[in-house]
T-cell receptor, first 113, second 114 residues
Framework: GENVEQHPSTLSVQEGDSAVIKCTYS??????FPWYKQELGKRPQLIID?????GEKKDQRIAVTLNKTAKHFSLHITETQPEDSAVYFC????????????FGAGTRLAVHP | NAGVTQTPKFQVLKTGQSMTLQCAQD?????MYWYRQDPGMGLRLIYY???????DKGEVPNGYNVSRLNKREFSLRLESAAPSQTSVYFC?????????????FGQGTRLTVV
């Protein structure tokens, strides 16, 4: 079945450093890849997404890259700040017209001042 | 707009008891989902409903049933709760717009089965 693997499970960085989270997906027909941020005790919220016809997308300090051939995509956060500390989830949208999102296991990012 | 509203926020059940988690959205979305979140396991799809009148199993459907009552509401039922169902449950809804499927989540239900 469809599967999304996410690494690392935890990531600790110093404020100002960059953070990279990587995901791989199994369904080669997947065509949409969002990233969600979940702060402690809160609901997940979309922070950035990328469609399969695009290789890279940036939004201020965050960027996402997609390699369709290798079936992997990554989230890059530059100049990290303490408020970036959260759990980040990648996801891939399944095909078949159902729009269902399959999520990775999450990465807990800690940014230390 | 309230977005996605789930009830209750917290619940403690005894093993074998039943309960229904309620979810409603006011964004006129066609698709709705139920996920469970366990430490280190991410968000696992229990059931989803692509549109009113349809439901399909996700990754972990055993022990659950769902009802898509109308376009707004999608409920999740535990017929005989087990300790393994202790988790945080999230309802979500989405709509496909110009290739984008942004899922909006409810605030979550923390369920403990003792």
């Amino acid at each position: 079945g469809e599967n999304v693997e996410q690494h690392p499970s935890t990531l600790s960085v110093q404020e100002g450093d960059s953070a990279v989270i990587k995901c791989t997906y199994s369904d080669s027909a997947s065509n949409y890849f969002p990233w969600y941020k979940q702060e402690l005790g809160k609901r997940p919220q979309l922070i950035i997404d990328i469609r399969s016809n695009v290789g890279e997308k940036k939004d201020q300090r965050i960027a996402v890259t997609l390699n369709k051939t290798a079936k992997h995509f990554s989230l890059h956060i530059t100049e990290t700040q303490p408020e970036d500390s959260a759990v980040y989830f990648c996801a891939a949208r399944g095909t078949g017209g159902y729009n269902k999102l399959i999520f990775g296991a999450g990465t807990r990012l800690a940014v230390h001042p | 707009n309230a977005g996605v509203t789930q009830t209750p926020k917290f619940q403690v059940l005894k093993t074998g008891q039943s309960m229904t988690l309620q979810c409603a959205q006011d964004m006129n979305h066609n698709s709705m989902y139920w996920y469970r979140q366990d430490p280190g396991m991410g968000l696992r799809l229990i059931y989803y409903s692509a549109s009113e009148g349809t439901t399909d199993k996700g990754e972990v459907p055993n022990g659950y049933n769902v009802s898509r009552l109308n376009k707004r509401e999608f409920s999740l039922r535990l017929e005989s709760a087990a300790p393994s169902q202790t988790s945080v449950y999230f309802c979500a809804s989405s709509e496909l717009v110009r290739g984008i499927t942004e899922a909006f989540f409810g605030q979550g239900t923390r369920l403990t089965v003792v």
